[in-house]
């Protein structure tokens, strides 16, 4: 689990639910992680409200500081807080995957091709 998750709002109070709720769901995103990488993860989520004609809604951005020095991050307008987290998590799930595959030497493409390939 992420140990260190930072949550804060603009314009929006941060509820004990909705904080219990990104925890779970945003900390759980370790185990897609190299476990090289798995120490020092540190999780930023800020969610904005902004007032539009037809009702308010609700500016959900995070990003995930990997150790190496590489940020992933993910942003997403919607509704509802809660669907916006979990559109957060999928999105940062698939660049952790991505993310992996570029850092992970037997996993890349490049190595696989070397083993099917002869020398000599």
Known sequence: MIEKIEIS???????????KYAIKRIGKLDR?????NKKDVVAKIVITE???????????????EIHGGKVLTARDECSNVF???????AKLKGQ?????LENT?????????????RKG
């Open 83 to 89: 669907a916006g987290i979990d559109i957060i998590e």
């Open 50 to 64: 902004v007032d539009r004609t037809h009702g308010n809604k609700y500016e959900v951005s995070a990003a995930m």
């Open 32 to 36: 897609y992680l190299p476990r090289a």
């Open 9 to 19: 709002g603009s314009n929006y109070k941060i509820s004990d639910s909705f904080q």
């Open 96 to 100: 952790i995957r991505r993310f992996k």
């Open 105 to 117: 030497p037997h996993l890349s493409k490049k190595g696989l091709k070397s083993l099917f390939i």
